[in-house]
């Protein structure tokens, strides 16, 4: 399926809020509501739009600290830790990555003394380093048509 720019909009106003009715999406782009409805079906289908997902404020409940950790992961440990990491509820996005750290996560705590159980966890692991959140500057920015750099 191409996307053209009637799928680029549909898929902008997701992206900006995923709870907009297609009425609403149609009276935005200028198509019938039927025809937004038939696009996103195949759009999911297709596993371009891969699902919607609520926005939930970690300060709000109750975790004071958002942290990056890298992860230099020892030799052999690497399999281990991509299935513990699993397990960790701290963990929302985790990623494996090229460079000298293989590991890159970002994770939400309780308090320091909370980041400091988790690092403790995984040194079992390997060398980590943690960079603490002090405020986001751009987060889930939408995937646009025609990105030139």
Known sequence: MKLDDINWNILHCLQQNARQTNTQIARKI???SPAVAER????EDLGIIEGYHAKVSYFETEHQLKAIITLRVFMGRLKPFMEKVKEFNEVINCYRITGNENIFMEVVLKNQKHLQQLIDS???YGET???IV????VENNPIIKGVHL
């Open 30 to 32: 200028g198509i019938s």
């Open 129 to 131: 380093t943690t960079h």
């Open 122 to 124: 995984l040194i079992n």
């Open 40 to 43: 996103i079906h195949k759009l």
């Open 134 to 137: 002090l405020s986001n500057i």
